[in-house]
């Protein structure tokens, strides 16, 4: 019988292979919810965060924002619209497989960039980047394999430092996602910044409160679904954000809740009385307010994790 591929390789195929979900041009906005997709405050933090970097390297000319893993191009689209104070020095790129639909002004690249002086974002990259799965089986760790039809199968044992370190295994059935690879994209990714830093964020878990089944799932049509790698759906898992903090050096992580109120994104509900003397500014002041909660939630977006590592500047969030 023919072995079934293991998940790393089953994984990148349906995402990245010839017909992968991505790969085909998937939007990211068809399928799932990220911050981009909430609305314009989003873009206005990283701003914030793009101005901090901009004063750390003096004001460069051009000063790059690099958005890799850029899905449908709308925080690149954003971050552009908002370039006016930059005075025309902003270079902003939208790094994705299939070119998005982009304003004029924002370049495209299938690429990493060789080299950026400013700031790169991987904004929910690194949870679609594929993972081996491995699950406890007797006294061993095994590799999982699947097909395309989402059956598994028990493979070899495996033996991984990565595991060892950060995401140890015991009890039976207990799965995790060997993560080695992502940390390696990550420290490549901040070791192309030439000045200034790098900014991922995502889901993520940390050494004692790993997921005991992992957190590989699938998205499609704006649903959760399960992750089977036929290519019809998103296939992700969340990022061991500890692990891949200590493949980049010193870096600051945050909440995202927390990285917005160092970047003075906050909640301000509309004023008293100004539904009666300004309806429609009202409507706006409250859909702001609305899109601000949903950004900061702990138990949704606002418990996402920001790693922010800086190069060759010292570039902040609290400690800006
Ligand atoms: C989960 S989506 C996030 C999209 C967007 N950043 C957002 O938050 O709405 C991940 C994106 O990363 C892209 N991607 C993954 N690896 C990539 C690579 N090596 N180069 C360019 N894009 C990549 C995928 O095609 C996909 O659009």
């Known amino acids: 019988m023919m072995e079934l591929p293991d998940w790393h390789s089953a994984w990148r195929a349906a995402l990245y292979g010839p017909t992968g979900f991505f790969a085909r041009g998937a939007r990211p906005a068809d399928h799932f919810r990220t911050s981009p997709l909430v609305g314009p405050e989003l873009a206005e933090a990283v701003v914030e965060l793009l101005d901090r970097v901009d004063r750390a390297l003096d004001r460069p000319n051009p000063l790059d924002f690099v958005d890799v893993g850029a899905g449908g191009g709308e925080l690149a689209a954003q971050v552009h619209a908002l370039s006016g104070r930059f005075g025309g020095r902003l270079r902003v790129r939208a790094v994705e497989l299939a070119r998005p639909a982009l304003p004029a002004g924002v370049e495209w690249s299938s690429e990493l960039p060789d080299q950026v002086t400013g700031l790169v974002i991987a904004h929910e990259w690194l949870d679609s980047l594929p993972c081996r799965v491995v699950q406890v089986h007797g006294s061993r760790v095994v590799e999982v394999h699947v097909s395309a039809d989402g059956t598994e199968s028990l493979g070899d044992p495996v033996s991984s430092e990565w595991l060892d370190a950060w995401w140890p295994l015991s009890a039976e059935g207990q799965r995790a996602e060997i993560g080695s690879g992502r940390d390696a994209a990550w420290a490549d990714l901040v070791a192309r ?50 692990a891949v903090a200590a493949a980049a050096g010193p870096c600051e992580l945050l909440t995202q809740r927390e990285a917005l109120a160092a970047l003075g994104t906050s909640v301000e509900p509309p004023a008293a009385g100004l539904a009666a003397r300004d309806p429609l500014g009202w409507l706006a002041a409250s859909a702001r307010a609305g899109r601000v909660a949903e950004l900061r939630d702990p138990a949704g977006l606002g418990g996402f994790h920001w790693l922010l590592c800086p190069r060759s500047a010292p570039i902040g969030l609290v400690r800006a």
């Open 193 to 242: 910044v030439a000045a200034g830093a790098a900014l991922a964020v995502d889901y993520g878990h940390f050494a004692g409160a790993r997921p005991f089944a992992g957190s590989l799932t699938g998205y499609r049509s704006g649903r959760q679904v399960a992750p089977v790698p036929d290519g019809s759906c998103d296939i992700t898992a969340h990022v061991a954000f500890d």
